[in-house]
């Protein structure tokens, strides 16, 4: 069996969202010091607070980056309201799962999407 699941790999070798909102909304930035991962993620919120944009920088391994993506891709389009549900088990599992010693990856990634809300509605 393969040590990665093939939505693991495609995100990892096709990250989605990749870059910078440099007008962005909210910003939230992340880091694991036992890993080496750090995370950036740029909200673009509209009026109606839907995450029209949203864009992640992250230096890691591949299943932080993996896990940034598909974050990326899930609460793109969707009410802020939402996003702040979204766990790191639901990224995993939209990965196909993740390895359990990379389970922290997909941790990071939900903290960094709270931290770019938490930061969009400290500017309010």
Same mark, same amino acid.
């Given at each position: 069996?393969?040590?990665?699941?093939?939505?693991? *790999?495609?995100?990892? %070798?096709?990250? %989605?969202?990749?870059?910078?909102?440099? =007008? $962005?909304?909210?910003?939230?930035?992340?880091?694991?010091?036992?890993?080496?991962?750090? *995370?950036? *993620?740029?909200?673009?919120?509209?009026?109606?607070?839907?995450?029209?944009?949203?864009?992640?920088?992250?230096?890691?391994?591949?299943?932080?980056? $993996?896990?940034?993506?598909?974050?990326?891709?899930?609460?793109?389009? @969707?009410?802020?309201?939402?996003?702040?549900?979204?766990?790191?088990?639901?990224?995993?599992? $939209?990965?196909?799962?993740?390895?359990?010693?990379?389970?922290?990856?997909?941790?990071?990634?939900?903290?960094?999407? @709270?931290?770019?809300?938490? =930061?969009?509605?400290? %500017?309010?």
């Amino acid at each position: 069996m393969a040590l990665y699941s093939e939505k693991v *790999m495609e995100h990892f %070798r096709n990250p %989605r969202n990749v870059g910078v909102i440099e =007008d $962005a909304d909210g910003v939230g930035e992340v880091g694991n010091a036992k890993c080496g991962d750090i *995370m950036k *993620m740029y909200l673009k919120i509209n009026d109606d607070e839907i995450i029209e944009d949203v864009k992640f920088e992250t230096f890691g391994c591949g299943s932080a980056i $993996a896990s940034s993506s598909m974050a990326t891709e899930l609460i793109k389009g @969707k009410p802020v309201s939402e996003a702040m549900k979204l766990t790191n088990a639901a990224v995993a599992e $939209a990965l196909d799962g993740l390895p359990d010693y990379k389970m922290h990856c997909s941790v990071l990634a939900e903290e960094a999407i @709270k931290s770019a809300l938490d =930061d969009y509605y400290s %500017r309010k």
